[in-house]
Structure formats: structure tokens, C-alpha cells
């Protein structure tokens, strides 16, 4: 079984223990994020404890993006066939649907690496879609918890105000696996107060017993600390006067809110139940004393790295991190100890050979007065004093905070990369589009604020045209193309990428990735989190739509006179296609300058095939050349 990556993970793993006994999990990606989680860990210097997939079926990170196309080949058949149905049921009374949900299993297996002998220890839950199957081995290695995922908490269980962390929206089962294989895997029954275990945490030096997380219920955002006796499998609290958040629960790392100390006494994160807001603090806890606050866990110490540098592995004999350098990327190592740097190799030679573009920063005032800063990229060979046509790309959410942003990385893959803009004569601008922690009235008058007077700020100091600018963003970024061109006529041209234009679809369609999910397609999609966190709606789809066709600039394309290019993968997990077809359809009813390209097949970034990346960037090239350049 092997994790996807970025946002959404499929199967996401959380494996820790083994014979290096780390609290945090293993990973195969450096990710700040959901980075890659390793799917086995090592007992001892011959065995490993592994997850596998049952037989005939396949890790979902090599199946995500055909899992649905496949599907329809089969359904195809199937209609050919005529003998079978190709229902699949979607039911809000999911417990109609357990039997499907059933065959979403992993085998838990010791891999002997010396003779290649296997021993299947247990099978487990492993729904895919939400939460994390957790793992994690006793000090003496005899002893496995398992937090298995086999399903989601009901949405009206959950709430109206959902947290933005697939962890709390999953309902996960606790089991303990005796790793010497001398008794059945044991199902922990946990009481009502821990109804919702969260995540696990810490196994007690001496093996006997392991803390967790766990909540009484799906609404609640407090969560609190747990013992599991590993001998009789009860579950009883640790802390009842004291209460954590969740935020950080999930296969990242992340500090452990609870650990035992050597003299079984515990150090806690939380805050007390008495103290109804504030932020969470270190307490220490022991059953011969009161709670008394303590010091956090002491951090390692963290390497000194060169700006833009990732650091990919820190031991005892020293450290490894990777560097992009004008001349390449580069492997460092230093032993620890020493000051002394070593490259270990570089690749991508060729980099060194590239006229980049010119990074800087500019400084401005938004809207509403507020100090921000926007990125410029220059073609290459700019000289001052020149001025070419603009192209903004806009991010809600994006702070620029000087060189080193996430947009002027120069190896971001395929259209992401905004050097390729400005290697085609283009001054790129990227302004700070700040989001607020609450929008009473949602997100969409809200996009102009730090865009247009970013783009005023360009044209005072760089003497830019201001009949020459160009606007373009996806996901989210799309979402505020189609909104701004609805407010403004600023720009000369814009392009929508995987945009969301209608709110109440974006809420409510299906993710068209799901199918091929027999039972749990209805359980694929994220967006009715998404939209009312990331994206700031104040209220369920349900609750008002009149907000929600507030919002959605499907609403107002009778205001559009911005030439408009639209590109969506027909199996965008975010938006629907079906938001940029209903966008096209309505400008031009309006005989207005629209252009929809579809990739059939394609996900959410558009960057599943090498020819569908260069068709697309080509595509962009060409309609901002077509309305920004015929007047050079």
C-alpha cells in the first residue's frame, strides 16, 4: 500500500517505531505537507513489519489518475453485455452500504529480508479516503496499535463547521496486533468519551501501555488524551481536565502532544477545561502530584541551512540536505561535527546553461491600507527602464514576503513555472492576496484588494501598459480570475485554470475521480470543507444559497468583456468541468470571446501528460500573445 501525495492523500500511513524506535513517522518525500509516508518499517535488522495491498488489487498512488478511465472501459462492457447493472449507490444512510465498504482492506505482514519468508499477521481496515492508518510499534517490538480507517464520521454528525483535516472527518478502529504472532489481532472497544479516536501517540518505555487522542464526538474541535492498557485494551482518560486541538493531527510531522517521561509521569499539550479560549501549553503530569506547567519537549537542534535549502535527513552522524544552484541541484552532506560541506552529486546540469529572469519584489498598499508586497518577474536580458506586456498570476492566500516565495522557485513543474512566461517576453506579477480568518459575505468581492493596486503599482514604477496586462491562476487562482473579469475590465485577456465559477456545484457535484469506487464515491470528494474553510463561505450550501449565488461569478457573465480562455481536466477533483462548460455555453450565447479547452482524463493540476503540459502552456502563450501584443 502506498500513500499519495499532496492534497487529499489517498491511504495516508503514519508508520513509527522498529528497530529505530523514532516518534515520528518514516518518510519517503521531505514534505512540510502530506509528503509520501513510508508503507513499512524495519523491526530488526532482518524483518519487516509491511502493508500490503490484498491480491489483484493495486496501490492506489499507481492507480489515482485510471482508476475512473479504467472504470469506464468496464462499464462500457458491461452495457455491451447487457446482463449486469451499472448502478453504483450513493446512500446518506451509509451503514446500507457496509458491505461494499468491507473490501477496503491491507494485510499487515513481517517480511523476513533474510530467507524472503512472509507471515500475514492481520488484516484491517483501509478506507482510502479520509484518515490516516496509524502504526506504531512497542519499545520491546512485541506489540503493534493499529488506527485504521474504515469509514467517515456522518456529515450531519460532523457539523456545520467542519475542520479543514481529513483526520477528524474519519471513524477509525483501534486494534492491537501481537507482533510474535502467538495470539489473534484484538479489536479495542473504546468508551463513549474516546468515541472518535484522532491519532496515536506514545508507547510507555516499558511497553505496557499507549497514549492516543480521541473526541466524544464528530462536531467537537476539543480532543483529549488517552491511556491504552495493552494488556486488557481498556481505554481510559489521562487528563480529564484538560483538552488539545486537532489541527496538527494527520502524516505530517509534528510534535506529539503527549509523551511519557522515564518515571511514567507524562508531558501533555492542552489547555485546562476551565479555561474556555487560549493557547495550549506544556503540562506535566504525574499521579503523586498536581498538573504543574512544564517546558516544551526540547527540540533537535536544526542544521543552519543556505537560504531555499531542504534539508532531507539529520542523525547522529550528520546531516544531508538538497540546494538549487544556478549551476544545478545539488546533494550536500556535513559530518556531523565538523563544518565541513561536501557535494555528494548534482544533476540537472543544464541549468546553469539558462538565461533566467530577474526576481524581485515590490512593495504596495492594498484596498483596505494594508502594507503587502507583490513578485516580479522580468524577462530575460531586461534592462531598466524597459517596459513589456504584464501577465498577473493570482493565488488567494498568497503572502509574498521577499525572494525565495513559493512562485519564484525556478524547478516548479510545467505551467506552474513562471519563468516560462517570462521567457516569452512577458514581466510576470504575482501580488499578496491576504485571506481573512472569517468573510461574513464570502470571498468574492474580495479579490480585487491586493491585485489591482498591485498591478497600479507596476505600471508607476515600471511604466508598464496598462492596455497590456493579462490575468491567469488556477484552482483557486481560477476562481479569481472568474471573478475579477467579472468586476473589472482592467485586463486585456485572462485565463481560467481548473477554476471554480458556480459555488453550489463546487459543493456539492461528485469528485468524477471517484468512480470506480464501488460503495465510497460518495465519500471521494472534499469540497464541502473546502469551500466553507479555504475558501471562506460562511455557511452550508443548504443554509443559504442565496450567499452562494452571491459568490459564484457564473452569476454575472452578462459583465465580462475580458477576453476569456478556459482549461479544465474533465476529472478535476475540485471543480467540475461541467463549471467552465456552463461558463463557455453563457459568453457565448453572448457572441463574447471565449475558448474552452477540456483535457479529457486530466486531474486538477493538468499535468498527468507531458503533451497535454506543453499543449496547455502553448495554449497560454498564444491567447495572451493574440491580446497583448498586437499592438507591439
Not at 499532496?6 to 514534505?31: F, H, I, M, V
Not at 509574498?400 to 524547478?411: A, E, F, N, S
Amino acid at each position: 500500500m502506498t500513500m499519495t501525495r499532496y492534497g487529499s492523500p489517498l491511504n495516508a500511513l503514519d508508520l513509527r517505531g522498529g528497530a529505530d524506535a523514532k516518534r515520528q513517522s518514516l518518510g519517503c518525500t521531505p514534505s512540510e505537507g502530506a509528503g509520501e509516508r513510508a508503507p513499512f518499517l524495519w523491526l530488526d535488522e532482518h524483518r519487516l513489519l509491511v502493508l500490503q495491498m490484498p491480491a489483484g488489487q493495486n496501490s492506489s498512488l499507481l492507480t489515482q489518475n485510471t482508476r475512473a478511465l479504467e472504470f469506464a472501459g468496464e462499464v462500457a462492457q458491461t452495457l455491451r453485455d447487457g446482463t449486469t447493472s451499472t448502478v453504483d449507490v450513493a446512500d446518506s444512510g451509509r451503514e446500507n452500504l457496509s458491505g461494499t465498504r468491507e473490501q477496503y482492506q491491507v494485510e499487515i505482514s513481517l517480511i523476513d529480508a533474510a530467507s524472503g519468508e512472509r507471515q500475514l499477521l492481520a488484516s484491517v481496515p483501509a478506507f482510502p479516503f479520509r484518515g490516516m492508518l496509524s502504526l506504531v510499534v512497542s519499545p520491546d517490538r512485541k506489540t503493534a496499535a493499529v488506527l485504521a480507517p474504515a469509514g467517515v464520521i456522518p456529515p450531519q454528525e460532523v457539523g456545520p463547521k467542519p475542520l479543514n483535516n481529513d483526520e477528524t472527518a474519519s471513524d477509525k478502529r483501534l486494534i492491537l496486533i501481537d507482533l510474535t504472532a502467538k495470539s489473534p489481532p484484538r479489536r479495542v472497544t473504546v468508551p463513549e468519551e474516546a468515541r472518535y479516536p484522532l491519532d496515536l501517540l506514545d508507547w510507555s518505555p516499558d511497553s505496557t501501555a499507549l497514549l492516543l487522542r480521541a473526541r466524544a464526538s464528530g462536531s467537537t474541535r476539543d480532543v483529549r488524551v488517552f491511556r491504552l492498557d495493552a494488556s486488557s485494551g481498556k481505554v481510559s482518560s489521562v487528563a480529564p481536565n484538560f483538552v488539545d486541538r486537532t489541527w496538527d493531527a494527520g502524516p505530517v510531522d509534528h510534535e506529539l502532544s503527549a509523551r511519557w517521561l522515564k518515571n511514567s509521569s507524562l508531558l501533555i499539550r492542552g489547555r485546562q477545561i476551565s479555561a474556555s479560549e487560549g493557547t495550549e501549553t506544556w503540562w506535566y503530569l504525574s499521579e503523586r502530584s498536581k498538573p504543574r506547567p512544564a517546558s516544551p519537549p526540547t527540540k533537535s537542534k536544526r542544521l543552519d541551512l543556505p537560504s531555499g535549502a531542504q534539508l532531507l535527513a539529520q542523525d547522529r552522524y550528520g546531516s544531508i540536505w538538497r540546494e538549487l544552484t544556478d549551476r544545478g541541484v545539488v546533494l550536500q552532506g556535513r559530518p556531523a561535527g565538523t563544518d565541513r560541506t561536501l557535494e555528494l552529486f548534482r544533476v540537472n546540469h543544464h541549468l546553469a546553461s539558462i538565461d533566467w529572469g530577474a526576481i524581485s519584489t515590490i512593495d504596495y498598499v492594498s484596498e483596505g491600507g494594508a502594507p503587502l508586497k507583490a513578485l516580479v518577474i522580468h524577462p530575460p536580458g531586461h534592462r531598466r527602464g524597459q517596459s513589456h506586456p504584464v501577465l498577473v498570476w493570482v493565488y488567494p492566500g498568497t503572502m509574498i514576503r521577499g525572494k525565495q516565495d513559493y512562485w519564484d522557485d525556478r524547478l516548479l513543474p510545467g505551467i506552474y513555472n513562471l519563468q516560462l512566461y517570462a521567457a516569452k517576453g512577458y514581466t510576470v506579477l504575482v501580488p499578496s492576496m491576504p485571506r481573512a480568518q472569517e468573510l461574513s459575505g464570502g470571498p468574492y468581492l474580495h479579490m480585487k484588494e491586493g491585485v489591482l493596486p498591485a498591478v497600479d503599482k507596476l505600471i508607476e514604477l515600471e511604466g508598464s501598459d496598462p492596455r497590456r496586462v493579462g490575468l491567469f491562476g488556477q484552482s483557486f487562482g481560477g476562481y479569481a480570475t472568474y471573478s475579477l473579469v467579472t468586476q473589472t475590465g482592467r485586463f486585456a485577456a485572462a485565463a481560467a485554470i481548473d477554476g471554480i465559477a458556480d459555488m453550489h456545484t463546487t459543493y456539492g457535484a461528485f469528485d468524477r475521480s471517484g468512480d470506480g469506487w464501488p460503495g465510497i464515491a460518495q465519500d471521494k470528494g472534499v469540497n464541502p470543507t473546502i469551500v466553507t474553510t479555504a475558501m471562506r463561505m460562511p455557511a452550508q450550501a443548504y443554509r443559504d444559497p442565496g450567499i452562494y449565488a452571491a459568490n459564484s461569478p457564473i452569476m454575472y457573465t452578462s459583465t465580462i468583456h475580458t477576453p476569456l480562455l478556459m482549461a479544465h481536466g474533465t476529472f478535476d477533483i475540485r471543480g467540475s468541468v461541467a463549471e467552465a462548460e456552463e461558463m463557455f455555453t453563457l459568453l457565448d450565447q453572448q457572441g463574447k470571446p471565449a475558448r474552452l479547452l477540456r483535457y479529457h482524463g486530466e486531474n486538477h493540476s493538468i499535468a498527468l501528460s507531458p503533451a497535454n503540459v506543453r499543449n496547455l502552456y502553448d495554449e497560454l502563450i498564444a491567447w495572451f500573445d493574440l491580446y497583448l501584443k498586437k499592438q507591439q
